[in-house]
Structure formats: C-alpha cells, structure tokens
C-alpha cells in the first residue's frame, strides 16, 4: 500500500518507521517547512514532496495518509483527505471542538474509509495486557484508576509554537497529554460520569497551561485521577489500576517499563506481601504496532483500535475538564455536549 505523511515535524519519524515495519511505502510528504521537508525526504528518500498538503491528496496512487500537523489542523487535513478518498491515521488530539469532530467522523463514514486517532498508548504492551487482565475480571471490581504523562520538553526553556501557541495548539499539556490520558481512562475505566480539573502555567512562559490535574468519577463507581504535565523532571508515562482482588501498576520511569500485577492467591495477614506478577516491555514500540492495526483495518482484517468517536470522547474530556478548571467546579459528562 502507498502512503503519504502530511506534517513532517517530531512524531512523523514514528509513523515514517511504523509504515515501513508494515510493508507500506511512504511515496509523499508534505509541509510548509522546507527545512523539515528537504531534511525528511534525504533521511527517508522519499520520491514526491510538496510544500502545500492538498497538491499531495491529488496523487491517485495513495491509499491512506497519517495527519502530523500542528493540532489545529488535523480537522481541515483530515476533511480534505477523507473527502478524495483517503483512509486517515490522525493525530491526537482529533480536533480543538467537538462541532470538527463530528464533522471529521461524518465525513469519512460518508466516504467509506477508515479514520483512526493515533492515541498510541492503546498499543502499548502494558496497556494491551492490562486491558486483557481487566476484560478476565482478575482485578474484580476496579475502585481507582490514576494515569500520567509527564515530561519537561527535555528541559529545553523553549516550547515549539505547534505546542506553546494557543493558535495553533489549542491547548497545553492539559490537552496534549491529558488527551492520552483521558483516552486510556476510558479504555480502561468505562465511561466517566464527573471530572474536577486544575490548570497553570507555572514554569515555562508560554500561551497555554504547563501543569494539569483532574478527579474523575467513573459511572461503574470508580474514582480516578489524570496528572499531565511539562513541568516534570524527566519523562514518565504510566498508570495505577486498583481493583477489589488485586492492583495493576505501569511505568516507564527511567526506560524501563515494567507492568507489576499484584494479586492474593489466598486469603491470608492484611500486610503480608502478596504475590507479584512482572510483565517486561523493553522494546515494544506503541506506534509501530498502532500503525499496523491502522493497516489491518483498511484491509478490513481488523477494527480500527482508536476511532474516530474515541479521539471524540477523549476531547470531550479534555472540554469538560477545562470548563471545569474554568468554573472551578465539578462537570458532569451526562450533560456536557462541548460544543
Ligand atoms: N501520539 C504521539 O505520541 C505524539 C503526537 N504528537 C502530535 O503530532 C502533531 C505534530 O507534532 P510534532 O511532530 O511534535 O510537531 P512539530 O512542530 O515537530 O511538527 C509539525 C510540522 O507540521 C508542519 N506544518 C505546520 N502547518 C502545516 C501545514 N499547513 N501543512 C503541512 N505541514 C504543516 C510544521 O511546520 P513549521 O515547523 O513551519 O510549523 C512542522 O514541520 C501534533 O498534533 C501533536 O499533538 C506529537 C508528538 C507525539
Ligand atoms: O504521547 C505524547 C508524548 O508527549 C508529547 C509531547 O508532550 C505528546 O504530544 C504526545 O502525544
């Protein structure tokens, strides 16, 4: 199959690797830097670049695109190539509103292709094995879930614009991060029934917030948190699932990632140890295998792992939370349209 990479900044590196470890061919790309652009296409030896997306969605021998760009794009380059045909991988977060959202997920169910949002964690190895010992109800009843993304732009005082301005991002680590974050909750936890958000701007001098943390109410019940931030030290992803027969815990802090299943195989002295299962993900790539369910799906082998109404839900969250930071007060998600 033949693709074409619409933004070739940052993250293109992992959908570029994650094309090839599928058997796809990356034949064009496109951006409106022609630094980024000339660096891509020798790195990559690609054979057709183009500094305007729409002149690459007229090639007629590409099948899908992955949508790289600055967060406010991702709803006009994504109409644009869902409505000549393409099959789209977008990137996170979907959209800034949930008015594009749903014009995005109408317009490529009119067309008939498939649109996935490239919330890559849910290709995780330890997301993907949590989920399974969940779905075996081993944990019992879930009673808290805690998710984190948080890094510190590798210490650098400068945030890029696609990030820092509030134009082109939409939105700061809050929805960047917490956009992930929101997507796993989910994925994880159910539906979220009440969110209870803060935000600041606290250590970089930028338009959007670098700091964010929500409560969250499940509607199984549930209590859970989301810390996103850029004013860590370091990098860290992870997440804390406990549930009434045992405790699922996930991080990668200092490269190594490691899922710990902690369960009691008899019922035994409250502080004893109980026993540990360790699952190792040294390696694994998220984005690689996020691709290749992209390319099952459009050769109908497979559902898309992320769709169109999850990058939706996600940012609905991501809404709520803001409005909820705004008010300071809890948002109910029954009534919240985010519109
Ligand atoms: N799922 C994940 O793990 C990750 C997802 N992302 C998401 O990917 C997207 C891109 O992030 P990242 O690659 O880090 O950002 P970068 O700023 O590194 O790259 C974005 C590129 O898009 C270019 N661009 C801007 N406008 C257009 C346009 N109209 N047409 C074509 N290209 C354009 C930019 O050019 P210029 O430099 O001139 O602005 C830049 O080269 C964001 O939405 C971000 O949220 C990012 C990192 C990880
Ligand atoms: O997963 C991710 C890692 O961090 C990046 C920078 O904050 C995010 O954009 C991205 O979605």
Redesign the pocket.
């Known amino acids: 199959m033949k693709v074409g990479i619409?933004?070739?900044?940052?993250?293109?590196l992992?959908h570029y690797k994650g094309y090839v470890a599928g058997g796809a061919e990356v034949v064009a790309l496109?951006?409106?830097?022609p630094a980024?652009l000339e660096a891509r296409q020798r790195e990559w030896n690609i054979p057709q670049v183009f500094s305007d997306?729409r002149d690459l969605l007229k090639l007629k021998e590409i099948e899908a695109v992955s949508v790289?760009?600055?967060?406010a794009?991702?709803y006009p380059?994504t109409l644009a190539a869902v409505r000549v045909g393409k099959h789209v991988l977008c990137?996170?977060?979907i959209s800034l509103s949930i008015r594009e959202a749903r014009a995005m997920i109408r317009a490529a169910a009119r067309a008939g292709v498939t649109l996935q949002i490239?919330?890559?964690l849910r290709s995780n190895g330890a997301a993907f094995k949590a989920k399974q010992i969940l779905d075996s109800g081993a944990l019992g009843r879930v009673t808290f879930i805690r998710l984190r993304q948080a890094h510190d732009w590798g210490g650098s005082p400068q945030v890029?614009?696609?990030?820092g301005k509030k134009a082109l991002a939409g939105g700061g680590t809050l929805l960047?991060n917490g956009c992930?974050m929101f997507d796993l909750a989910r994925y994880f936890g159910g539906p979220v029934e009440e969110i209870f958000a803060r935000v600041a701007s606290l250590k970089f001098p930028i338009e959007v917030e670098d700091t964010a943390h929500a409560s969250l109410r499940f509607t199984s019940g549930a209590i859970g948190e989301v810390e996103a931030s850029w004013s860590a030290t370091g990098w860290e992803e992870g997440f804390w699932i406990y549930g009434t027969e045992g405790a699922l815990e996930y991080t990668n802090r200092l490269g190594k990632s490691v899922l710990r299943h902690s369960f009691r195989t008899s019922p035994g002295t409250t502080w004893a140890e109980p026993d540990v299962a360790l699952y190792d993900f040294a390696g694994a790539s998220n984005?690689t295998r996020h691709i290749d369910n992209f390319l099952a799906a459009i050769r109908g082998e497979r559902p898309v792992i992320c769709s169109g109404e999850d990058g939706l839900e996600a940012v609905r969250l991501v809404l709520a939370a803001y409005e909820s930071a705004r008010l300071n007060q809890p948002i109910r998600l029954s009534g919240f349209r985010g519109d």
């Open positions: 619409i933004g070739a900044g940052g993250i293109a992992s496109a951006d409106i830097n980024a997306y790289c760009t600055p967060n794009l991702h380059v990137e996170k977060p490239n919330h890559h890029r614009d696609s990030f960047d992930h984005h």
